[in-house]
């Protein structure tokens, strides 16, 4: 790998840049600039893993960071071909490849928000790298959830009311991201978008459904322990009553009486329901994740 000069990169980025109307030459030239910076030294084993199990070139961060810069600018003056580029930078077999493929979808204008959020529903149900999926839901979205939570809140709900587990899936994680965007505080817009799948939770997207509820509880106790407590009042199925029992642990004592009580109210024969001793829970991992995206 050569030492990165900035002045060197620059100029070798803006001498392909002209081609970003050309897909098919662009990309060949971004492939052969990103394996001119690639780490061929690496051995597995020698490195911390990445977070992503996707194959990488490993370039230094600033080759990235720089690559971005000039992605912001083509995107704004030319964002038709900004999602061109995007797709076939998608179906690489890079990781970086497709990072800037979805930072293309987070640069375009926002008069292009659905043809982003059409890709988002094209990419990520085939997106097995839990890592990927999780920039691809926070970068794209970026400008969408900061300037127009509501669309991005309309396409979640679409999303949940499907009958693919898949979409329903997708529309559980895509509404993650909100709850780390700055300023957004409409917090019924979230229950009321999950809550016929919370009352009649489906086992295949139980372990989505628990993570979102570790982060509302994590940025919104109060409010997501009252949303909990309507919930068992509606009669859910047994495998909501199983979620509740697993996010017990995690609240202060006093709150998992109130909660049990709840249950006895609602229901006389309820699952059991012990009380367990409460879980100070440091932030998770993904949670961390979002906050760096």
Aim: charged residues 25%; aromatic residues 8%; proline residues 8%.
């Amino acid at each position: 790998m050569p030492a990165v000069l900035l002045s060197r990169l620059e100029q070798q980025i803006t001498a392909f840049s002209p081609t970003f109307d050309r897909p098919e030459i662009f990309v060949p030239n971004l492939i052969g600039l990103l394996e001119l910076y690639s780490d061929r030294t690496y051995r597995a084993g020698s490195e911390v893993p990445s977070a992503s199990k996707m194959i990488s070139y490993r370039v230094p961060m600033v080759v990235m960071r720089t690559l971005e810069m000039e992605f912001r600018q083509l995107a704004i003056r030319q964002p038709d071909d900004a999602l061109l580029v995007a797709d076939m930078l998608w179906v690489g077999n890079r990781l970086e490849l497709r990072q800037l493929g979805i930072s293309l979808l987070g640069f375009v204008p926002l008069e292009f928000s659905n043809k982003v959020i059409d890709r988002v529903e094209k990419w990520a149900p085939g997106c097995s790298d839990q890592f990927l999926l999780e920039v691809l839901l926070t970068r794209s979205s970026r400008q969408i959830l900061q300037e127009k939570p509501a669309l991005w809140i309309e396409k979640s709900r679409k999303w949940l009311s499907s009958r693919e587990s898949r979409l329903i899936i997708l529309g559980v994680k895509s509404l993650e991201p909100l709850l780390f965007t700055e300023n957004f505080n409409d917090l019924p817009q979230i229950f009321d978008s999950i809550h016929s799948l919370v009352k009649d939770l489906r086992v295949d997207v139980f372990p989505e459904m628990m993570h979102l509820f570790e982060i509302l509880l994590q940025k919104h106790p109060t409010e997501t322990v009252a949303f909990l407590k309507q919930v068992i009042f509606e009669n859910p199925v047994s495998a909501t009553l199983r979620l509740i029992r697993k996010i017990l642990p995690s609240l202060p004592t006093n709150v998992q009486v109130s909660i049990r009580e709840t249950i006895e109210k609602a229901n006389p024969s309820p699952l059991s329901f012990p009380i367990q001793p409460s879980k100070t829970k440091p932030k998770s991992k993904t949670v961390k994740k979002w906050e760096k995206h």
